[in-house]
Each structure stands twice: as structure tokens, then as C-alpha cells.
């Protein structure tokens, strides 16, 4: 594989991780929310998409019944806006709870929906991998089609364009009267509630708008690499999403980008190195302990990240 | 619906190991007031260090046991030291996050050092003897029997000493202990000791139930928090009778829903509970 069309992939994955960032961004960077069921959206927009586009196999094989043929276009739709509700739904039960509380119930609940896409085979194909996922226009685009560029570049374009909206309709929420309330409950609950906002409905809001971004991402995901399978959605995607959301600087969209960028980069940076080097079996987990360290030195020396506002550090630390 | 023994005894099982693990969490938040999510890594990687002894070095599985728990008893007070201690004035999300880093480094560290796949403590094999119908191992008594010493060490420790005493006073008002002379560094320290020890302890007896992966601590967690909730937050005897309930009710579930969800009736017991007692079973309104 040459360079370009490593660098090219690495990109798509930046680009998936990007908007995840972008969602977990809503819910900690801009309303202080402590999600920690992100994988669980992720998961929850991947299965829907795939679910809706890919008729179930046929044999001996075939665990899943359910299955249908509609166009990619409708399942990302689908699967944007069932992750956003099973983020309301998480919410409700556990938004008004403190920090730390939150903290532990929704990465629970993301487990057990991870459990359920494990168990139900008839919905997911559960503990196997769910196949043959279709790429979108895969048809048209190649070489010599009549999009005349590799599908990656296509990928690429399409997730990054993608980003780029996202990018810009949430920095201009983060800016407009709802966005500025969600300010607000980040640094103090009461002052909102002096004002008569109904702090829980915002809260929801923002949960669920976070959670379908995540959503839209687990689609593009599951339609960029053909098969997923239950383990892509372990709660370790969700602390990468935190680490990458902390590194990059809390409360900045474009901070949320650089990085997931960042934490992409340092996971896939193996794929560039020869394979004959020292410890070369070890690589794998020796930049996870990396992408750790550099969050922890991250939090230490530079608080606000690389391109957070140090003012919005206040948040959440109102005992 | 008549309780089939086997599945309460399995239940009481799987409840101690949850109930010594939820007790070491819950007192290092009642003096820390922070999450620690490499908690399930302390314990994990207890387990790895005991077994590396045991099946590496080859000395006896007693040996290697203590040797566990204290690595961790010392590694915890070491990762203190190195880590969280620069945090100390920090918000306990800060912490939280901290401690995200921390458990990537422990998790890679131990896949790096003894592999990603399982190991399995050298047990001799032999037959499970079976008592009034109820089947169960040499293991699993052992797993009864320490966990309940080492509760009854835990209570004596928070009833009787000066230290233990202290603690209780810091977990339930911080400002006023430190006004009336507690030293919270020394008790910071004294809890890591303790919390790491038991974090070894529980990560050995889940080795023991089952086997040693690199994530087992990690996986664990969830009725861990489960019954720290349960308990509420920071309460000692909480989370002892959080744990044991959590750990019955899960085995005693798989006589009527599927067994692959029996780690979701803590979840489900956490919910409801949460939505009802938002302070634990034992806990007061106070938070």
C-alpha cells in the first residue's frame, strides 16, 4: 500500500472519530454532561444503518432475520435519529443524577446495549459479524467509473464534507440563545434556573443532539468497512472520545477535531512504522499507553487542552 | 418460585468477590471523592502478578497470592505518588479523566508484558464435592471464607483504630476532620494501601472463579459500581451489601431470563434504584 492511501484511510477514521468528538463535545465541552455511554451511539447508528440496508444472509449461516433494502441515505438518517432517542432515553433516567453518578450509569447502560447487540442474533447477527454492508454509490465511484477517483478519496471527501457541516451548524448552536443556556447549566444550574429555563428539557436536548451526531457516525462507519461486529464498540472507543475531546480542549469544536485527529494518528501511527523494529509485537499497546500518558500530561500541564478556552475550566468543579 | 441452592450459593460466590472489590472503591472515594476507573485495572493487574509468580517463577499459589496483594497494596501508594498526587486540588471529573489515562497505561502494560490472551492459575484438579445437592470448589470456599475475613478485618480497622476511625471522619465531613487536626495526606496514604490491597485480593479471587484476562477488571467494574451505587456512594457497609446483592440476584436471575444477561440485572437494580433512593440503600440525604 502506498502512503497516500494509508494516510487516506487513517483520514476516514479521523473523520468518523472527529464527529463523535464533535458530539461528546455537546454534551461535556458546551453543557458539562459527564456521557459515558458514547460507544453505545456509536454502536446503536451502526446496527441501524446496516440493519435497514442489508437484506439477511441466506444458508446455514444465517442468524438474522430481520433485514432490509433500503437506500444508505435513509439508514444513516435512521441511524442518526435512534441513537439521538436512546440518548434522551439514557438521559432520563440518569441526567439529573451528580457527576459522578452519571459518570458510572451511562457507561452501564452502554454496556448493556452492547450486551443486547451481542445476544439478540435475530436483530444483529449477534456475537458474529454483521457482512456485506453496502458502500454508498460504490456503482460509480472508481478509476474509471463515472466518479473517476479511488473509493477512499471519495470516502474521504464525503466524511470530511460531513465534519465540515457538522463543524459549522455546532459552533453556531454553541453561539445562539440555546447554545449560551447550555453555558450556563455547565457552570451553575441554579443561575438558568433563576431565569425559568427548564434545566432538564435543555439538558435532554443536548444529550440527544450529542448522541445522534454519534449516531450518524456509527453509520458512516458501518458503510465505509463492510462488517461490523459487537467487540468495535467496547467503552475503551468511548474513552479514546473523551481523551481525544480533553486533548484537544473542551468546549472547542474545532479543538474536538484536532483531537480526534490527534488520537487517530498516534493509534495508527504503527502502520507506518517497518515491522522489524524492536518490540514490534508490542507497538499495539504500547501507543495506547501513550494516547494514556498524553492525556494525563495533557490535564497537567496545558488543563485547557490545545485549543480550549481556559475560562470554561470552572465548570463542573462547583461542589 | 422456589431458590435453587446451587444458584444462591453461586450467587454468595460471585457476591463476595463484587463485595470486597465495591468496599476497596468506595473507601478510597469516601477520602479521595473521586472515581477511580483504573480501579478494575489495580485489580487485574494484582491477579497478573500473582500469577506471574505462581506459573513463571513457580513458587506456591500462597505465596504468590500475598505477593499479589502487596505489589498492589504498594503500587497503588507508587501510581499515588507519580500521579494522582499532583491532582489533589483538582475537580474529581479531572480525576476521573486522570484516572482514564491511567487505566489505558496499566491495561496496555499488562497486555505488553504477558499477552492478550487468558491464563489460568495452576489449581490442582479435582472433584467438586457436593454438599445438600449443592455443587462447589475448594475455590470457591476459599473465595467465601477470605472475603469474610477480610471484611470483618475492614470493619474491625474502621471501628477500632485511630486511623480507621479518622478515615469515617474524612469520608463524612472533610472540612471539619481537617479542622480538628486529621492528617489527610497520611490517611490518603493509608487508603491506598488498603484500597490497592483489596483491589489485588479481588482481582486474585476472580482470577481464581474464572480466569485472568487483560480487560477482567475492567469487565467487573460494572457490578462493581452497581453495588457501590446500590450502597451508596463512599459507605463502607453499603457497598458490602450492595455487592452480595447484586451478585445473588444476578446468579439467581439466570433461573428465569438468559444467562448472557445476568450482568444486566445490576444494571437494571442500579436504575431503578437510582430513580428511587438516589443516596443508596443505606445512605442518608445528605449529598
Known amino acids: 500500500m502506498a502512503l497516500v492511501d494509508l494516510l487516506l484511510v487513517v483520514g476516514i477514521i479521523a473523520g468518523v472519530y472527529s464527529l463523535l468528538a464533535i458530539g461528546m463535545n455537546m454534551h461535556w465541552g458546551d453543557t458539562g454532561l459527564l456521557n459515558f455511554a458514547h460507544a453505545a451511539f456509536f454502536a446503536v447508528g451502526a446496527y441501524t444503518s446496516a440493519i435497514l440496508t442489508t437484506p439477511p444472509a441466506t444458508g446455514d449461516l444465517a442468524t438474522r432475520v430481520v433485514g432490509f433494502d433500503f437506500p444508505i ?18 438521559a432520563i433516567t440518569s441526567v439529573r443524577l451528580e457527576g459522578d453518578y452519571l459518570a458510572m450509569v451511562t457507561l452501564s447502560s452502554a454496556e448493556l446495549i452492547r450486551l443486547m447487540i451481542h445476544n439478540e442474533a435475530w436483530l444483529t447477527t449477534g456475537a458474529q459479524t454483521l457482512k456485506n454492508i453496502p458502500r454508498p454509490l460504490s456503482g460509480m465511484v472508481s478509476p474509471g467509473g463515472t466518479i473517476p477517483v479511488s473509493y477512499d478519496v471519495f470516502y474521504f471527501v464525503l466524511v470530511w464534507a460531513i465534519v465540515g457541516v457538522c463543524y459549522l451548524l455546532f459552533t453556531r448552536l454553541s453561539h445562539s440563545p440555546f447554545g449560551r443556556v447550555l453555558h450556563a447549566i455547565r457552570e451553575n444550574d441554579d443561575v438558568p434556573l433563576a431565569l425559568g429555563k427548564n434545566i432538564t428539557t435543555f ?72 515491522g522489524d523494529v524492536p518490540f514490534g509485537d508490542q507497538l499495539a499497546y504500547i501507543r495506547l499507553m501513550v494516547v494514556g500518558a498524553v492525556l494525563i500530561l495533557v490535564l497537567y500541564y496545558r488543563p485547557e487542552g490545545l485549543l480550549g478556552d481556559a475560562e470554561r475550566l470552572q465548570a463542573g468543579t462547583s461542589e | 418460585m422456589v431458590l435453587d441452592p446451587q444458584l444462591v450459593w453461586n450467587g454468595l460466590v460471585v457476591g463476595s468477590i463484587i463485595a470486597v472489590s465495591a468496599l476497596g472503591l468506595t473507601l478510597i472515594f469516601g477520602i479521595l471523592n473521586f472515581i477511580n476507573i483504573a480501579y ?85 484438579m479435582e472433584a467438586n464435592p457436593s454438599f445438600l445437592g449443592v455443587r462447589f470448589s475448594v475455590e470457591q470456599v476459599a473465595i467465601m471464607v477470605v472475603s469474610l475475613l477480610l471484611l470483618l478485618g475492614v470493619y474491625a480497622l474502621l471501628r477500632r483504630t485511630r486511623i480507621g476511625i479518622a478515615m469515617r471522619a474524612a469520608s463524612d465531613d472533610r472540612m471539619l476532620s481537617r479542622i480538628r487536626g486529621v492528617d489527610t495526606e497520611k490517611l490518603v496514604l493509608y487508603v491506598w ?95
Open chain 2, 193 to 287: 494501601l488498603i484500597g490497592g490491597a483489596i483491589a489485588g485480593l479481588g482481582g486474585i479471587m476472580l482470577g481464581l472463579d474464572a480466569q485472568l484476562r487483560p480487560n477482567m477488571g475492567f469487565t467487573a467494574l460494572i457490578p462493581i459500581f452497581a453495588a457501590v451505587i446500590l450502597g451508596g456512594i463512599g459507605d463502607p457497609k453499603g457497598a458490602v451489601a450492595g455487592g452480595y446483592t447484586i451478585g445473588v440476584a444476578q446468579e439467581v436471575s439466570v433461573a428465569v431470563i438468559p444467562s448472557e444477561y445476568k450482568f444486566g440485572v445490576g444494571l437494571v437494580a442500579l436504575i431503578v434504584g437510582l430513580l428511587t433512593r438516589p443516596d443508596g440503600l443505606f445512605g442518608e440525604a445528605t449529598r
Open chain 2, 40 to 124: 478494575g485495572d489495580y485489580m487485574a493487574a494484582g491477579a497478573y502478578v500473582a500469577w506471574a509468580v505462581n506459573a513463571q517463577v513457580g513458587l506456591p499459589l500462597g505465596v504468590a497470592i500475598v505477593a499479589g496483594i502487596l505489589t498492589m497494596s504498594v503500587g497503588a501508594v507508587v501510581l499515588d505518588k507519580l500521579v494522582f498526587q499532583h491532582f489533589r486540588t483538582r475537580s474529581p471529573i479531572t480525576l476521573l479523566i486522570v484516572s482514564i489515562g491511567l487505566a489505558f497505561i496499566i491495561r496496555n502494560f499488562i497486555r505488553a508484558i504477558w499477552g492478550p490472551s487468558g491464563h489460568f492459575y495452576d489449581l490442582p
Open chain 1, 203 to 274: 439538558k435532554l436536548k443536548s444529550f440527544g443532539i450529542g448522541a445522534a451526531i454519534a449516531g450518524l457516525a456509527g453509520g458512516l462507519w458501518a458503510h465505509y468497512v463492510y462488517a461490523i461486529s459487537s467487540i468495535m464498540f467496547l467503552p475503551s472507543i468511548t474513552f479514546l472520545i473523551w481523551a481525544a475531546v480533553i486533548i484537544g480542549g473542551a468546549g472547542s469544536y474545532a479543538g474536538a477535531i484536532v483531537g480526534a485527529s490527534v488520537i487517530v494518528f498516534l493509534r495508527q501511527i504503527t502502520r507506518f512504522i517497518p
Open chain 1, 73 to 90: 441515505l435513509v439508514g444513516l438518517l435512521a441511524g442518526t435519529a435512534l441513537a439521538g432517542l436512546v440518548g434522551v432515553l439514557i
